[in-house]
């Protein structure tokens, strides 16, 4: 199995740009998450969904939106890029239920907005 | 009142001795204690967790110990191999949460020959 896979591993955006970062499982998974990795801060939740249609912010939603049209999928979209949103994103998923509280990975992508 | 808060920064220790990372958080609704550790550009992976009904937990070389009295949790590798050179995370889940993880600020470990 693929597990979580992200695309593109990285990119570099111009200021004002827009970019949607892809994000799929193939665990079917109902819970699925967005987190962002700076240099010294830890992971910082952006956007989380327990399932396709429902989603809700996180700790640090500003300058994201997310949609969940289907179990597999949760891209994040960018509008209007800021340098503050140069950063590692990293999607994860994992099953819901006692017992299931382990969170699945991808590997990420690297973004730099300049 | 949702922080994690974990020391050290960093930490080298020498192959076979004993690394110790410690986390501390404030929200007695936390209900369920996981270390992830990450290896560079990769995404980070669960290694072991805890809930705060255990004082110890044991997977073969790494341990966490919890003192739900001082809200504290501490991750202890054994005999630490320079494989074993990676950051980890502490992290803690709210109850009735939906699994969102709030995770501290990393520690990044080398295990030195």
């Known amino acids: 199995n693929a597990g979580v896979t992200q695309t593109p591993k990285f990119r570099i955006l111009k200021i004002g740009q827009s970019m949607t970062l892809q994000c799929a499982q193939d665990?079917?998974?109902?819970?699925m998450y967005w987190y962002r990795q700076d240099p010294g801060m830890g992971l910082k939740l952006i956007y989380y969904?327990?399932?396709?249609?429902?989603?809700d912010k996180g700790e640090v939603p500003n300058g994201y939106n997310v949609s969940r049209s289907t179990t597999e999928d949760f891209p994040l979209r960018l509008e209007l890029a800021a340098p503050s949103q140069t950063s590692v994103y990293f999607c994860?998923?994992?099953?819901?239920?006692?017992?299931?509280?382990?969170?699945?990975f991808g590997s990420g992508t690297q973004l730099s907005v300049l | 009142q949702q922080q994690v808060k974990q020391s050290p920064q960093s930490l080298i220790v020498q192959k076979g001795g004993i690394s110790i990372i410690n986390c501390a958080y404030e929200?007695?609704?936390?209900?369920?204690f996981p270390w992830y550790q990450q290896f560079p550009g990769k995404g980070p992976a669960l290694l072991i967790a805890?809930?705060?009904?255990?004082s110890e937990k044991k997977e073969g070389r790494f341990t966490i110990s919890f003192n739900k009295s001082a809200k504290q949790f501490s991750l202890h590798i054994m005999d630490s191999q320079p494989g074993d050179s990676a950051t980890y995370f502490c992290?803690?889940?709210?109850?009735?949460?939906?699994?969102?993880?709030?995770f501290g600020t990393g520690t990044q470990l080398k295990v030195e020959l």
């Open positions: 994860a998923s994992s099953a819901s239920g006692v017992g299931s509280e382990k969170l699945f």
């Open positions: 929200n007695t609704a936390f209900d369920y």
């Open positions: 992290a803690a889940r709210l109850t009735g949460g939906g699994n969102k993880l709030t």
């Open positions: 805890i809930r705060p009904d255990v």
């Open positions: 969904s327990v399932g396709a249609g429902i989603t």
């Open positions: 665990m079917n998974h109902n819970y």
